[in-house]
């Protein structure tokens, strides 16, 4: 029988409760197992006193195709250094250069990479106005065939702003809802500056499908100007379309955020965004972002439902985002530590915030593979 782990101690995060409960969590080999199942006769005891044990974090908006691309950041740096066991690379690579994502990117990282795949074939590897010509999206034969090879691949990525489309307008995005519609992946749609207009991208979407940079303090967002939503954001959440965080540089506001949650309780996942260009300011990280969250006045079970029970919902993933005895072993050990700082949003609004979301201990596949002194 292989090694039994076993984290002492830790308050552990449920999913179906979305509840912090003071017990033990045994990994057996790579797997999570129950405690009759554990060889408890001989364990490896990791204490965890005074920490959080969660599900590994997915952060559903990264880019890390460092290798191809001007913006990519080191898959580790910002995955499992930082506590996250999953991240999932938001349309650096389309086709055309997912072979060299794989073996560059995915194979060698420690961390989980996955991939919502660009719709344009260039991905963001040829510049960063990758669905100006109709030209360069994939066809739907196209991706049933790297699908059928390729288990990475969890949904689609289309942008949606007047600098990536050009002249095209919603074009693309009809194309992607074709794609969509034939291969039953989500898509994650960037919003931002219009043209295309919000009223024109959110009724393409369906029930599944994922908004990112939703809470950006820009012209034309889900808000109106007395922070309520606007009727078709309204129906989008309604229809079960998941708003996601994707802070990035210029794409989180803590206004937006704020009007947001003192309207409204709709669930929403969290995620960075995160590139060479921003790691330092804005994001910083994932614990960061959902430190901000914090602040704002969300409560820690919420936000790490937002990186945990809900991306394994949108991406349908069946072995990450729980604790479930029976599946692989990624964890997240993370501490809540006083610490007095301000940090900024998008828009450069400061905000003194008290206490920071900190990683501890990262496990992946049964193996701690990040471990902090730091607190
Ligand atoms: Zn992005």
């Known amino acids: 029988m292989s090694e039994t782990?076993?984290?002492?101690?830790?308050?552990?995060?449920?999913?179906?409760?979305?509840?912090?409960?003071?017990?033990?969590?045994?990994?057996?080999?790579?797997?999570?197992?129950?405690?009759?199942?554990?060889?408890?006769?001989n364990p490896v005891e990791i204490d965890v006193e005074g920490?959080?044990?969660?599900?590994?974090?997915?952060?559903?908006?990264?880019h890390v195709f460092e290798t191809k691309t001007t913006l990519g950041i080191n898959a580790d740096r910002v995955g499992i250094e930082q506590g996250v066991t999953t991240i999932v690379d938001a349309g650096s690579s389309g086709l055309e250069d997912f072979q060299d994502f794989k073996q560059m990117i995915i194979q060698p990282s420690q961390t989980e990479v996955l991939s919502f795949l660009n719709i344009s074939?260039?991905?963001?590897?040829?510049?960063?106005?990758?669905?100006?010509?109709?030209?360069?999206?994939?066809?739907?034969?196209?991706?049933?065939?790297?699908?059928?090879?390729?288990?990475?691949i969890v949904g689609l990525k289309a942008r949606m702003s007047a600098s990536v489309v050009k002249d095209n307008g919603i074009k693309p995005l009809e194309h992607a809802r074709k794609l969509a519609d034939e291969s039953n992946?989500?898509?994650?749609?960037?919003?931002?500056?219009?043209?295309?207009?919000?009223?024109?991208?959110?009724p393409l979407l369906k029930k599944g499908d994922i908004v990112t940079h939703a809470f950006h303090g820009k012209k034309g967002g889900i808000l109106n100007n007395k922070g309520k939503l606007i009727q078709e954001a309204h129906e989008a959440i309604e229809r079960g379309v998941l708003f996601d965080v994707g802070h990035g540089t210029s794409s989180f506001s803590y206004q937006t955020m704020k009007a947001f949650k003192e309207n409204y309780h709709y669930p929403f996942s969290t995620s960075t965004d995160i590139y060479i260009?921003?790691?330092?300011?804005?994001?910083?990280?994932?614990?960061?972002?959902?430190?901000?969250?914090?602040?704002?006045?969300?409560?820690?079970?919420?936000?790490?439902?937002?990186?945990?029970?809900?991306?394994?919902?949108?991406?349908?993933?069946?072995?990450?985002?729980?604790?479930?005895?029976?599946?692989?072993?990624?964890?997240?050990?993370?501490?809540?530590?006083?610490?007095?700082?301000?940090?900024?949003?998008?828009?450069?609004?400061?905000?003194?915030?008290?206490?920071?979301?900190?990683?501890?201990?990262t496990i992946r596949d049964g193996k701690v593979v990040f471990e902090s002194n730091e607190y």
Not at 51 to 62: E, L, N, R, T
Not at 125 to 152: P, R
Not at 301 to 323: D, W, Y
Request: hydrophobic content about 40%; aromatic content about 4%; proline content about 4%.
């Open 185 to 202: 992946l989500p898509i994650m749609v960037h919003i931002g500056n219009a043209p295309p207009e919000i009223t024109e991208v959110l």
């Open 51 to 62: 920490s959080y044990v969660a599900p590994g974090f997915i952060d559903m908006h990264v």
């Open 277 to 361: 260009g921003n790691y330092d300011k804005p994001v910083g990280s994932l614990m960061t972002t959902m430190s901000k969250l914090l602040a704002i006045g969300y409560c820690l079970e919420e936000l790490v439902a937002s990186v945990t029970s809900r991306p394994k919902q949108a991406l349908g993933l069946a072995e990450q985002g729980s604790l479930e005895p029976g599946t692989r072993a990624d964890v997240t050990v993370f501490k809540v530590v006083e610490q007095r700082q301000t940090l900024i949003d998008s828009q450069g609004e400061g905000m003194i915030v008290d206490r920071m979301i900190v990683p501890q201990l």
């Open 121 to 152: 074939k260039q991905g963001l590897c040829k510049g960063l106005s990758e669905l100006a010509d109709m030209n360069d999206l994939m066809s739907v034969q196209e991706l049933t065939e790297i699908l059928a090879k390729e288990k990475n």
């Open 5 to 41: 782990t076993i984290l002492k101690n830790g308050w552990v995060f449920d999913i179906d409760t979305e509840t912090f409960v003071k017990k033990d969590v045994y990994i057996v080999g790579g797997n999570l197992v129950s405690m009759v199942e554990a060889d408890v006769a």
